[in-house]
């Protein structure tokens, strides 16, 4: 199936391009986080018995794929909410404003 080619093809490519240069590591941001894009539905019979094996394996990339943008939102909330800690405790050694 033409599909199941392309996606490959792109998660290949996006994968490539995500990868850190050099060993530098890179935190993740919700914008680095791309959500999955769900098989389409099969409603003909027919053609469903004969791309069983290969909807199958769509719906399971699909499925890992989902798990990994999960897991990828997760990582940039740690991050995140790792930054505003830092920010706030950044904040609270500046000490209170003096009365002016």
């Known amino acids: 199936m033409p599909l199941l080619t392309s996606r490959r093809t792109c998660l290949v490519v996006v994968t490539l391009l995500t990868m850190p240069v050099g060993g530098v590591a890179k935190s993740e941001t919700a914008l680095d986080c791309l959500p999955p894009i769900p098989p389409a539905p099969v409603t003909d019979a027919a053609t469903r018995a004969e791309f069983r094996v290969e909807i199958g394996q769509e719906f399971t990339a699909y499925f890992d794929e989902s798990q ?6 997760d990582a940039a909330r740690s991050e995140v909410s ?6 706030i405790r950044d904040y609270q050694s500046l000490g209170p ?4």
């Open 97 to 100: 404003e003096p009365d002016g």
């Open 68 to 73: 990994a943008y999960l897991r990828c939102l």
């Open 82 to 87: 790792e930054e505003i800690n830092r920010v």
